[in-house]
């Protein structure tokens, strides 16, 4: 088993993968946009808001071309 897939860990809903992060800490986090109970952008800037992790690297998934939301993401540091 890698190291990388090891440390991967994965949240069904942004609660619990609030609660995971607050846990492990992650050098990295991966981003659907689409979510139940909170969309991506929603969660990013609560990520962005935050002390811990604010500069944390986030890489986004979306099957999404709307490029205003794009254009949102990317003014987040994605």
Request: charged letters at 30%; hydrophobic letters at 40%.
């Amino acid at each position: 088993e890698s190291e990388l897939k090891a440390k991967y860990r994965e949240a069904e809903d942004p609660r619990s993968a609030f609660e995971l992060m607050k846990k492990v800490k992650p050098d990295l986090i991966f981003l659907d946009t689409h979510m139940p109970v909170m969309d991506g952008l929603s969660v990013l800037n609560v990520l962005r808001g935050s002390t811990q992790f604010k500069h944390t690297p986030v890489i986004v998934t979306s099957e999404s071309s709307d490029e205003t939301m794009i254009h949102l993401l990317l003014e987040r540091g994605i």
